[in-house]
């Protein structure tokens, strides 16, 4: 039986990509962070199979502590502070854990493996934040890095070191460059749910309004459960590599609201929808697409959700979870 070891398994890419490997045999561990967290409990009623590990990744000691009790053959860092607009307010805790958490993993596996360097397989979790400005459109595994937030700046850092590490050490070492990806499990923080979530709440009458901030964002909005499988096929390639992994298709925050509110029958959300400035960011990234042809020719991997039945989707899961919320 294979073995894994993920971080970040509480969020809504962990939690995914926990059952795909569970469905695929896998024995898996999952590192969770602090005393009494509750997502602690909520993942073990979610996925009882998952073995949970405490442990953080701005401590190293405790990373090389779950290595040698999980005894991983592969290892996917997904943890990460990962809210882009919080990374402002919070710059040098998200370069703690969203940067220098990836030196503390690949230096923990590297330890953990010891001589047999090629007995972990090693999977970072890259973002398309690191493009910000986009320099190139589509962006491609070989576009300038322009990065335009502290999140962004941190998660270049943990880019170039995971491939750092593969040609100093020759480690099994891969990024994926993922670009936005949604689901039901996504945190309402998040533009999408955000949206899915009010507009739930407006058509059952429990809200009034929406404030926003940048309508004019457009964003490369892809399924989380699609995404994860491309994580697995990079740690079963031969070699290690990059791979952008996109829908190649962007959407503005404005054709966002138009599926969402259509989804409950509104056509005209304007009525409803309010600008705040607090929403905004200090420099935002006003648009990003993606081109994985890169990933569709060498893993085979292809996105099966196109963007219109993702957001409907969201909006559908959300009302089912209003209404017994109110009930
Ligand atoms: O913002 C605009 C906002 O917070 C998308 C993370 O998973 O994907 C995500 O980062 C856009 C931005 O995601 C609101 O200004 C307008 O332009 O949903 P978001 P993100 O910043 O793109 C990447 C790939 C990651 O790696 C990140 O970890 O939407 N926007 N009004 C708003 N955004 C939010 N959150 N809230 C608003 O009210």
């Known amino acids: 039986m294979p073995r894994a070891l993920i971080t970040g398994i509480t969020g809504q890419d962990g939690l995914y990509l926990a059952e795909y490997l569970i469905d695929k045999g896998y024995?898996?561990?999952?590192?969770?962070?602090g005393q009494s967290n509750p997502r602690r409990e909520i993942l073990h009623r979610m996925i009882p199979?998952?073995?949970?590990?405490?442990?953080?990744?701005?401590?190293?000691?405790?990373?090389?502590?779950?290595?040698?009790?999980?005894?991983?053959?592969?290892?996917?860092?997904?943890?990460?502070?990962?809210?882009?607009?919080?990374?402002?307010?919070?710059?040098?805790?998200?370069?703690?854990?969203?940067?220098?958490?990836v030196l503390n993993m690949l230096e923990a596996t590297r330890l953990y493996a010891g001589r047999d360097i090629e007995k972990v397989r090693f999977y970072q979790a890259s973002s398309s934040e690191m493009f910000g400005k986009a320099q190139?459109?589509?962006?491609?595994?070989?576009?300038?890095?322009?990065?335009?937030?502290?999140?962004?700046?941190?998660?270049?850092?943990?880019?170039?070191?995971?491939?750092?590490?593969?040609e100093s050490y020759g480690m099994?070492?891969?990024?994926?460059?993922?670009?936005?990806?949604?689901?039901?499990?996504?945190?309402?923080?998040?533009?999408?749910?955000?949206?899915?979530?009010?507009?739930?709440?407006?058509?059952?009458?429990?809200?009034?309004?929406?404030a926003l901030g940048n309508l004019d964002a457009r964003r490369d909005w892809g399924f989380a459960g699609d995404f994860?499988?491309?994580?697995?096929?990079?740690?079963?390639?031969?070699?290690?590599?990059?791979?952008?992994?996109?829908?190649?298709?962007?959407?503005?925050?404005?054709d966002l609201l138009d599926v969402a509110f259509s989804t409950v029958g509104i056509n005209d959300w304007s009525e409803y929808v309010t600008r705040d400035p607090a929403y905004l960011r200090l420099a935002d990234v006003e648009s990003l697409v993606?081109?994985?042809?890169?990933?569709?020719?060498?893993?085979?991997?292809?996105?099966?959700?196109?963007?219109?039945?993702?957001?409907?989707?969201?909006?559908?899961?959300?009302?089912?979870?209003?209404k017994v919320l109110v009930r």
């Open 49 to 101: 199979e998952v073995k949970i590990l405490t442990g953080d990744l701005t401590d190293i000691s405790s990373l090389i502590r779950v290595l040698s009790i999980a005894e991983p053959d592969e290892v996917y860092n997904l943890g990460a502070i990962s809210f882009v607009g919080y990374s402002w307010e919070n710059a040098s805790l998200t370069s703690d854990v969203t940067a220098f958490g």
């Open 27 to 33: 024995e898996v561990y999952g590192l969770v962070r």
């Open 228 to 254: 994860v499988e491309a994580m697995w096929l990079m740690l079963q390639q031969p070699t290690p590599d990059d791979y952008v992994i996109a829908t190649g298709r962007d959407h503005s925050i404005r």
């Open 136 to 166: 190139e459109v589509p962006q491609t595994e070989r576009t300038l890095l322009w990065p335009r937030s502290p999140y962004g700046v941190a998660k270049v850092y943990g880019h170039y070191m995971t491939i750092t590490y593969r």
């Open 290 to 322: 993606g081109d994985s042809s890169k990933a569709r020719s060498v893993l085979g991997w292809e996105p099966k959700m196109d963007f219109p039945s993702l957001i409907s989707m969201m909006v559908n899961h959300d009302l089912a979870e209003q």
């Open 172 to 210: 099994h070492a891969s990024s994926g460059i993922l670009f936005n990806h949604e689901s039901p499990r996504r945190g309402p923080e998040f533009v999408t749910r955000k949206v899915t979530r009010a507009v739930a709440r407006i058509s059952l009458g429990l809200q009034q309004e929406l």
